[in-house]
């Protein structure tokens, strides 16, 4: 099986561990079965101290509570929880928001967005304790082992990196319990969800079970963060959305921030039933999966944003913006944030969006999310000019019939010689 790389300056051992010696692991560390039972696996195997590592990206209340009796009790050293939301929505989110980044027509990329922000407080904290190697438990078929993995390269490629799914003899849930009760681990023998699911401050996703076979309609009792649009209020509600070059920073007059903001949109948004897609997505690893996402207050910022940027960029600016969005897109949903690629790109997406200032009313209804009115101070719109009524002087309708005998020449000439003219 494979082994980590050796951190730069390290001496490969054998004592300590069955596959090796490392000095200190940072594990990404969320208190379940899995994570509890990799701390005394990876005491077991590599004869090392186990720091655990939790961020707070907005999964829910009470998500922290009693994780660092938990923690030390499966054999760690110390649990760092590090508050993560203002970050991860200001650095992380609203870039992709600005950029206008969807994955596959649909995915706004929720759990894209948040490994590389755990991933490079991890790279912190491993440096802080002086660890020489870090650890994640997401398995080997998944995206997020490439998202963790490409943070650490970017940011310390000294660190010995440690994926206990790809290694270990573990196959399910009752693997791993016992394993945990071999080894003293306590764990509370509750009822495994049917559902993989992964929830922050912009969405949460949902796969597995019927959600396997993509013919299943989803469940009605899934969903966590929405109600169903059926049984959303049966008055709509306005929201009137401020915007700041790109980027949202209140609704109705308030200026909130960014994590706030967010927050309170999602009440509201899943109150309507806003925000819900049901798609079949290519994995970076190469097979199709099938995905339930709520975006509830992320859909209500990306139609406001959306809706601004048609008053304040011109045709060929929008349509490079929403060409270099696919691949801002692709790049996020890979785990390549750190790239040069997607740092360039977001300067680029910055200065597109200086212009882009001003209010977006939505109106929220069952499910819907539709433009009541948009403004700005720099609208390119003008309606002097675009009025049936128009007597501006800058535009004469006689000059219109130049243009279309020049633009559509090559579309005459085509037809010349098809009928030999």
């Not at 082994?3 to 004592?15: H, I, L, N, R, Y």
């Not at 030390?72 to 203002?86: N, Q, T």
């Not at 709509?236 to 959305?241: M, W």
């Not at 308030?254 to 899943?270: C, D, F, H, R």
């Amino acid at each position: 099986m494979a082994t980590p790389s050796t951190p730069a300056g390290a001496t490969t051992q054998t004592e300590g561990g069955t596959r090796g010696k490392l000095n200190k692991v940072v594990l990404a560390y969320s208190g379940g079965l899995d994570t509890s039972v990799i701390v005394p696996w990876l005491r077991e195997n590599y004869g090392c101290e186990v720091v655990c590592f939790t961020a707070d990206v907005g999964q829910g209340v009470g998500e922290t509570e009693g994780l660092e009796a938990k923690a030390k009790a499966s054999g760690a050293s110390e649990l760092v929880i590090a508050d993560l939301r203002e970050e991860f929505v200001r650095d992380y989110i609203f870039p992709c928001l600005r950029a206008g980044a969807v994955y596959e027509r649909k995915y706004l990329l929720g759990t894209s967005m948040a490994r590389p922000i755990i991933a490079k407080a991890m790279v912190d904290v491993a440096k802080a304790c002086g660890a020489d190697a870090v650890s994640h438990g997401c398995t080997g078929k998944g995206n997020d082992q490439v998202r963790f993995e490409l943070t650490f390269f970017a940011l310390n490629p000294k660190l010995a990196v440690v994926a206990p799914w790809r290694e270990w003899d573990i196959k399910g849930r009752e693997d791993a319990i016992e394993y945990a009760k071999k080894h003293n681990v306590p764990v509370v023998a509750t009822k495994a969800s049917i559902y993989s699911r992964d929830r922050n401050l912009w969405h949460i996703s949902h796969e597995g079970d019927i959600l396997e076979d993509p013919a299943n309609e989803p469940a009605k009792d899934m969903f966590m963060m929405s109600v169903d649009p059926e049984d959303a209020p049966n008055t709509p509600e306005y929201l009137t959305i401020q915007i700041e070059k790109g980027l949202p920073v209140g609704f109705n007059g308030k200026k909130l921030s960014p994590a706030t903001l967010l927050e309170e949109l999602n009440e509201i948004g899943g109150k309507h039933g806003i925000g819900r897609i049901d798609m079949v997505e290519n994995r970076l690893v190469g097979m199709k999966s099938r995905g339930v996402y709520e975006t509830p207050g992320g859909t209500i910022l990306a139609s406001a944003c959306r809706e601004l940027e048609a008053l304040t960029l011109d045709r060929e600016s929008m349509q490079m913006k929403d060409m270099l969005a696919l691949k801002y897109a692709e790049l996020v949903y890979a785990g390549r944030w750190f790239d040069p690629l997607r740092e360039s790109m977001d300067a680029f997406m910055e200065k597109m969006t200086e212009t882009t200032t001003g209010e977006v009313t939505l109106k929220l209804y069952k499910g819907s999310v539709n433009v009541a009115s948009r403004s700005s101070p720099n609208s390119l719109y003008r309606q002097d000019i675009s009025s049936f009524e128009e007597g501006s002087g800058i535009y004469d309708q006689a000059d219109a019939a130049g243009f279309i005998r020049l633009y559509g020449l090559p579309t005459r000439v085509r037809a010349m010689h098809e009928h030999g003219l």
